[in-house]
Structure formats: C-alpha cells, structure tokens
C-alpha cells in the first residue's frame, strides 16, 4: 500500500492512505543503515510504501520504501553536529516566520533558511507576523527588512493573525498547495496557522517574559488537510539552522546577489574572502549588498555554528 506521511514522533509514523483514513506505521529497520545520514530517515510529506500487518490485534503498517522525493528542507541536528534533520518533504511552499522582538530573529537565521532553501530548490517566502505589535520606529526596520530581501528577489508579506492583517493573501497562497511554516518557537505559527484554519485549534503559549521567548508548543512536524484545499505542515521552534553538506565553493551561489556578479571577479573560484578584485566584496562595500548578508555568508563559510544557536535569543 501506499500514503504520504503526516506525523513522525521518530519511531511511529502517522500515514494517511489514498482513502483518506490513516495509519500508524513503523519504520523496517534497514532503512536507518541504508547510508541516510539523517536523525529521521522517514519525514513529514514523504510517500511511503507500507504493509499491514496484525499486532497485537491491532493493525498497524511496516514502511517498506521511501518514494522519490520532489525536495525536502534539512537543518543540522542539534545534538548530533554531523547529522541532519529532515524537517519536511515535497514542499511547494517553506514560510519563514520573522518578528523583530519576543523572539528576536536575527538576519543570520533568516539567511541560513534561505541557503538550505535554495540549496535544495524550495521556495521560501518571509513573513514578517505580529505587525501589530511594532511601534513605528520598528515597523520602519521591518519595512527596511523587507526593501532589502525583496531587492534580492523573495517574496515577503507583512501579516497579523491577531488583526486579520493579510490572513486572507496568505490565505490564497497556500490554497491547494503543501506548505511548510517554519522559525523559532514563539513567532507565532500556531496562532497563524489557527487564524488560516480556525477548525484545528493548534496548541498555542505565551511568550516566556523571563526569556522573550516561545515555550515549544509543537513537538513534532505534522501536517494537516485545509478545508480550502492544500496541507500546511506546523513544525517544532527551531533554535539554530545550522547549514550541512555545502561545500565552500558551493555557498556563494545560495545567495542571488552573489551569484549575479560573481563572474565578475578576477578568480573563477573566488571565495569572496581576501582574493583581489572580487566582485561581491566591492558591491558591499558600495552597499549594493547588503552587509548582514555577506556578514551571514562569513559566519557560514567559516563554520561558526555556535553563534547561530546562541545569538539566536540574543538580549
């Protein structure tokens, strides 16, 4: 039999059948010594192949194989430094959550989605959510934010789910689509994803005042059915999105801004670090890039994975 994957707890799997009822299904053993190099070989939105059998008077299902998949979104495993961790697969849409304060999301955060984005050719669009809530002063750097990864060439989209602002756009955005949404742990997806389709009444918590943080109030990835057609998967608070299995020559190319002009520096295998006549250093310098960019694009290539997860809540 065959379904698609809509909750992994990291040993059952809740899978949905072609029609429409679910099963709970454990993972053949072999697949975690198949050379995948990941915490979770199996991942939200994977189509699986499965057999039913009887346990314990129960039915339950076998994954037996994991079908090609369209794309999937990895981040570094926080526990295991040389692992990954599938968050999600076959993706149309990854929605990246950003606010300016309770959390806090530092540019280097939101870079290190866009890379892993690009590396593995999903599309991502940034929200900018809790718009609401920013005084004026704020709402000049999210508008500043938003002129600077608009420039390079995302989609961005200013939303509150407290006011209804934009709900209805973001709506029509992932009608009939599998979208992710993705950030820290008290941005707010649970409350969007609850504004988008109030009848499934996610889990939501109040920021931590002690920490200006999110309390973790989604433990595993898990996907959901809208009533107006499409999936939106509700993931975990990351803390860090540490970046794998890039090689140096290949990071530059993740950011749309280097790419562009990267032929024009003297060295075909410019790194954009201390070679001369390099194209990309003379466009930040000139500020036709930005400097938080190419700062995200040093920290990345130099492996400084330990900022990404302390900075991230940075007081």
Known sequence: MEGTVYKSTGSWYYVKNPDGSFINCRIKGRFRIQGIKSTNPVAVGDVVEFEVQDMAGEQV??????????????RKSVNLSKRTHIIAS??????????????????????RFLVT????????????????????????????????????GYQTLEVSAATGKNV?????????????????????????????????NLKTAAISQQHKQGQHTTTFAEMFD??????????????????????????????????AIKGECKFHN??????????????????????????????????????????????
């Open 90 to 111: 076959n993706v149309d849409l990854a929605f990246m959550l950003v606010t300016l304060k309770d959390p806090v999301t530092f540019t280097d955060f939101v870079d």
């Open 61 to 74: 299902g076998v994954i037996t194989d994991i079908k090609d998949r369209k794309n999937y979104i990895v």
């Open 226 to 259: 809208l009533s107006f057609s499409g999936q939106i998967i509700d993931t975990p608070g990351i803390k860090g999105f540490g970046i794998v299995d890039m090689e140096n020559s290949e990071i530059g190319d993740y950011f749309p801004e280097f790419f």
């Open 168 to 200: 209805a756009v973001l709506k029509s955005m992932i009608k009939g689509k599998t979208s992710i949404f993705s950030g820290h742990s008290g941005v707010g997806k649970s409350t969007l994803v609850n504004a988008l389709e109030p009848g499934l």
């Open 117 to 152: 984005c690009e590396a593995y050719h999903v599309t991502p669009i940034l929200v900018f959510n809790k718009i609401d809530q920013y005084t004026n002063e704020e709402l000049v750097l999210v508008r500043d934010l938003i002129e600077l990864y608009s420039r390079i």
């Open 270 to 315: 410019c790194l954009h670090l201390d070679e001369p006549k390099c194209s990309v250093k003379r466009a930040v310098e000139e500020g036709t890039i930005a400097w938080s960019r190419y700062k995200s694009y040093l920290q990345i290539i130099q492996g400084e994975d330990e900022n990404y997860r302390t900075d991230s809540y940075a007081e």
